[in-house]
């Protein structure tokens, strides 16, 4: 996977594009005019040099528009020399979308398509800085720096919306935006439901140890979906859709018992639980019972 993923970062690395170079110098004549016929004279011409200034420009692309959690993005940012003047040393900082995070180790850079290594990178949250100390950026020339960031489940919540911003001592920093669209993919409507049916001794609506579950109970969804618990008296329901959800114990899959009454919490005395489950989250709904007329007590 490391092996594939260097080879695209390698192969999104473009070739560099010539551009012209700021012109510093500048010619200077004088002229005037006497006598009564105003005839013209001229100076001779004197050419100088203005002292050059370096001005850095940037751009950010990726190799897709839009992608889902569990993604891999690639991000080009390319970053040129618009000046005059050397600029150096570089400093790169990236502000990633919510959600998304930096893979370590995956960076690549190169200058006029040779490959230079920054000398530090500093992820912090959502946030990666590329520190390229010994580098000097000549005029025309340009710095293409190629990472990989992986979607979260948390990117669905942002906006998908990045700036990166490059800057270097005495120059004014220059910043490009990025907006990746965010697929909401089977992560957005889903979540996942686990719960327990077991046997309350002490009506507090907890299982404590030596209080069993019970196996082979029926759970009916608001959804139609039917759940039967295991030996342990687990349960639990995948790509389940987001918001609010009911589930009903079915008694009579229960011969013997009834739904234990709760000394905590009233809302827990009905055989049916809602949970408000968030997108790709996760929620609990329990079910305690207790023998009917003492059946089953130890």
Same mark, same amino acid.
């Given at each position: 996977?490391?092996?594939? !993923? ?25 002229? @005037? ?5 105003? *005839? ?37 940012? /390319? ?5 005059? @003047?050397?600029? +150096? ?22 200058? $006029? ?27 025309? &020339?340009?710095?293409? =720096? ?5 979607? *979260? ?11 990166? &911003?490059?800057? +270097? ?6 910043? %490009?935006?990025?907006?990746? *669209?965010?697929? %909401? ?21 907890? &299982? &404590?140890?030596? $209080? ?13 979906? #039917? ?18 959800? =009911?589930?009903?114990?079915? !008694?009579?899959? /229960? ?7 709760? !000394? ?8 049916? #639980?809602?949970? #408000?489950?968030?997108?790709?989250? /996760?929620?609990?709904?329990?079910? %305690?019972?207790?023998? *009917?007329?003492? $059946?089953?007590?130890?």
């Amino acid at each position: 996977m490391i092996a594939i !993923l260097v080879s695209y970062l390698l192969s999104y690395l473009g070739q560099p594009v010539p551009v012209s170079q700021a012109q510093t110098m500048v010619t200077n004549q004088a002229g @005037a005019a006497f006598g009564p016929d105003r *005839t013209p004279l001229s100076s001779n011409e004197t050419t100088f040099q203005i002292p050059g200034q370096a001005a850095l420009s940037i751009t950010k692309t990726a190799d897709r528009a839009a992608a889902e959690p569990g993604d891999v993005v690639l991000y080009r940012l /390319l970053i040129q020399n618009t000046g005059a @003047a050397v600029a +150096a040393p570089i400093t790169i900082a990236d502000q990633l979308p919510f959600g998304l995070t930096y893979v370590n180790n995956s960076v690549r850079a190169a200058v $006029e398509g040779v490959s230079v290594t920054p000398s530090a990178v500093t992820p912090d949250g959502n946030r990666v800085v590329f520190q390229f100390d010994g580098l000097s950026l000549s005029p025309t &020339q340009r710095l293409e =720096v190629v990472y990989a960031a992986l979607l *979260t489940p948390d990117a669905i919540r942002g906006s998908g919306q990045n700036v990166a &911003q490059v800057s +270097a001592p005495g120059i004014p920093p220059a910043a %490009a935006v990025f907006q990746l *669209t965010i697929r %909401a993919g089977i992560l957005s409507d889903c979540g996942t439901i686990i719960g327990r049916v077991f046997v309350d001794k002490n009506f507090d609506g907890e &299982q &404590q140890p030596g $209080e069993a579950g019970v196996p082979n109970a029926v759970i009916f969804m608001d959804d139609g979906n #039917r759940i039967i618990t295991d030996p342990e008296g687990l349960f639990s329901v995948v790509n389940v859709v987001s918001g609010n959800r =009911v589930g009903t114990l079915d !008694l009579s899959s /229960l011969p013997g018992y009834t739904l234990a009454p709760n !000394l905590y919490r009233i809302e827990n005395n009905s055989q049916s #639980r809602l949970v #408000r489950l968030a997108p790709g989250g /996760l929620a609990r709904m329990n079910f %305690a019972v207790t023998p *009917t007329f003492g $059946e089953g007590e130890s």
